[in-house]
Each structure stands twice: as structure tokens, then as C-alpha cells.
């Protein structure tokens, strides 16, 4: 399903055990690690755990020095909780269930919240595990499109509230939005929001990217709007350290968390005693490792403005909302000298120049379109590789 669609589709359920192979993990796995320049990736530039510690207080550092490396609880480090509740206005540590990365959390919540014969509506382009881990819990799922208007995106606000209707389970709200960088405005998620909850429809918010917007401020999340909605939240973009593999889910839906801790003793049981530790350091944090990602972000974004206008030949590049992560198109020019394939115009970067970005219609983009990612500091090597290659 291509995002610039007229009408929304509905996909039918699936089961876990028979789901497609992800199709950007499968890429990376045979690209990412080996090639120097990761201009496909969503998160952005790493810390080392060197570079992290100056951020712990006094009793954080102990910690650190004197962790015991065994089992943890379920629900994650209470203190690790408490840090990220303070994120998220009204919600205590209770509130606050700690997953191996956003991608469990996206699980639990998933398994917990959906059932055989439920519908549910999420956005396209996407991520893929928000289209086949809905459809694996047996729900039908429609999918709504990203408005576009040239090679910039919007939030499709009026097309998702008509979506809203009784008899919807669910809807998968990802914003601020992979990979197209749109978001929703405070007005447009509270609006949202409350017709969900008019009709009886939980709102699951992927909300990874939420404070690296650019154009808007950032607005609450969903579940300061609502008791029923569920946020999911990770250390790996905001922060830059997608290594440590902590995400969570908040939600004041008690008898939800409940399920969902049930299913996570059958999954990874608890996450890391080291990564809980560090994460706390990091959230209690977050205010500046934002910043230090922004900061990175918005000299980038500059860059690659300056350099689509100067080699329209190369790319067409639109700067987003939010995010650290946008969505390019292969220039014609480039495009017809391999023959209009886009994928021979990806291995050319890859080969010539090292670049690696990551195939557009591995999220449901057209096939000249690209995820391209600028939160990384060598982003200014990178564009240069990709201008000697031609």
C-alpha cells in the first residue's frame, strides 16, 4: 500500500507465528554494521558509557560501582520507573511497565490490548511492526495515509478523525512519525484523543520521537489525556542510546499493565540490571541529552537543505516536523543513469560511496522514495561521499 492512496484499506489478521519478515531488519542486518556511513538509521548519534556517567548523581554513580548482576523485577528498577514517570505529567512509578526496548513494549501492549475479531486503525507509511504485531493478535486493520503534498508530508488529521468510529478497538498513533518526521499538534492529538475515547477506542501512542519536534512545541502525551491510552517510550532516540535496549509502556489502565506483566513473564522476564541502571542516569537526564540531540539534529537538517538545493541531481529532501528521520527521493537525473531502478541507484551508494539509506517500501514507500537519517555527526562525510560518487 503506497501512503498517497485515495481511500484507506483494512488488512486482515494474521497469527505471530506466520508474520512476513521485516523487511528493514532484514536490510540492516546485511548492511548496517559493515559500511561507514548509516544514513538509514533512526537514532542518533550514540554516547559511550564514558560520555553518559558525568550525568549521574553521586548515589547513581554508586550504583553503577556496586551493581549485583542478578534477576530484577518484572516491572522494571523502581527507580528507573520513577524517572520515567516524571516524563509524563499525573503518572507515578506504578503507572510505568519497563520492557526490553520500544519494540517489547510495542508487544505487551499489543498482546494485552487487542484480541481475535477486533479492528484497529494505524497510519501508513510505518514502521512495520505497527501493521503486522496488530494483525498478529488477530485484529483487522485499516490503514490510513500520511497526507503528502509534493515531498513534504502532513498529519492526516481530518482523514483520521473520520477513521474514529464505534467498533474500533484501537488506534496505533505514531507521532512524532517513522519515517516521515510529520507530527500531530497539541490541538490535533487532544482532538484525537477525545474523539477516541467518545467512541470507546484505546489510543496506543508510538511515542519514541516525542521532544525532537522542530515546527511545533511538543504536545502531551497520550496517556496525560487519557486513563485508557497507552505511551511507549525508549532511550534509544531522544537519547542516543539505543544499546542499553530499555523502553516502557505508560498507562493508568491498571487492568492493562496487569496483562501485559503477565505476558512479559513469558518474553524476557526483566530487562538488564546494567541497562537500568544506566537508563535512569539518562532519563534523569533528559532535558540535556535532548538538547545535545537537537543540537546535532537542526546543524544537519541546515546541512541537508543547503545540499538538495545544491544537488537536486542527487536527492529532493524536505525538512520534517520532528524526528531524526525523513523521508528523500532519488533525483531523476541520478534515477535515469541507473536505468529508473531505484534499487541499483541504493547499491551504488553503498558501494561508491559507503552510504547506506534504507529502502523506502520497506515501510510503504514508493520505490524512489528513502528513509534518510540526520542525527548522526558525521552526516557532513557522509553527504560528501555521496556527492563524489555521483
Request: hydrophobic share 45%.
Amino acid at each position: 500500500m503506497t501512503p498517497d492512496a485515495d481511500e484507506a484499506v483494512w488488512l486482515p489478521p494474521t497469527r505471530l507465528g506466520a508474520v512476513p519478515d521485516f523487511e528493514l531488519e532484514r536490510f540492516f542486518d546485511r548492511f548496517e554494521f559493515d559500511l561507514p556511513y548509516q544514513l538509514g538509521s533512526s537514532d542518533p548519534q550514540t554516547l559511550s558509557i564514558g560520555e553518559l556517567l558525568p550525568y549521574a548523581d553521586e548515589r547513581q554513580r554508586e550504583r553503577w560501582h556496586t551493581l549485583r548482576l542478578g534477576y530484577r523485577t518484572a516491572a522494571g528498577d523502581p527507580d528507573l520507573r520513577a524517572a520515567i514517570a516524571a516524563l509524563y505529567p499525573g503518572r507515578g512509578p506504578d503507572d510505568v511497565l519497563v520492557a526490553v526496548g520500544a519494540a517489547e513494549a510495542l508487544m505487551l501492549t499489543f498482546a494485552a490490548a487487542l484480541a481475535p475479531g477486533d479492528r484497529a486503525i494505524s497510519l501508513t507509511p510505518a514502521y512495520q511492526s505497527l501493521h503486522e504485531l496488530p494483525r498478529a493478535m488477530g485484529a483487522d486493520l485499516e490503514l490510513v495515509p500520511v497526507e503528502r503534498e509534493g515531498d513534504a508530508w502532513r498529519f492526516p488529521f481530518e482523514r483520521l478523525m473520520e477513521a474514529l468510529r464505534p467498533g474500533i478497538a484501537a488506534l496505533v498513533l505514531n507521532t512524532p512519525h517513522n519515517p516521515t518526521g510529520v507530527a500531530a499538534t497539541a490541538e490535533q492529538l487532544s482532538a484525537v484523543v477525545e474523539r477516541c475515547d467518545e467512541a470507546g477506542i484505546r489510543v496506543i501512542g508510538d511515542e519514541v520521537y516525542r521532544g525532537l519536534e522542530w515546527s511545533l512545541r511538543t504536545p502531551p502525551s497520550v496517556t496525560e489525556l487519557s486513563d485508557r491510552a497507552v505511551a511507549v517510550g525508549v532511550t534509544s532516540k531522544v537519547y542516543g542510546l539505543a544499546g542499553l535496549r530499555i523502553g516502557w509502556l505508560v498507562t493508568g489502565d491498571a487492568a492493562l499493565r496487569t496483562r501485559a506483566m503477565a505476558i512479559k513473564d513469558y518474553t524476557t522476564l526483566c530487562a538488564a540490571g546494567p541497562s537500568e541502571v544506566l537508563a535512569t542516569i539518562a532519563v534523569g537526564a533528559h532535558a540535556r541529552l535532548r538538547d545535545r540531540t537537537r543540537t546535532t539534529c537542526e546543524a544537519n537538517m541546515s546541512r541537508l537543505e543547503a545540499f538538495a538545493a545544491e544537488r537536486p541531481d542527487l536527492l529532493a529532501w524536505v525538512r520534517p516536523d520532528a524526528t531524526t528521520i525523513s523521508v528523500g527521493r532519488i533525483g531523476a537525473p541520478l534515477l535515469g543513469r541507473h536505468r529508473g531502478e531505484p534499487e541499483a541507484v541504493l547499491a551504488h551508494w553503498r558501494e561508491r560511496a559507503g552510504v547506506v539509506v534504507a529502502p523506502g517500501p520497506a515501510f510503504g514507500c514508493a520505490p524512489d522514495e528513502f528513509r534518510l537519517g540526520f542525527g548522526r555527526a558525521d552526516l557532513p562525510e557522509a553527504l560528501a561521499a555521496l556527492a563524489a560518487a555521483g
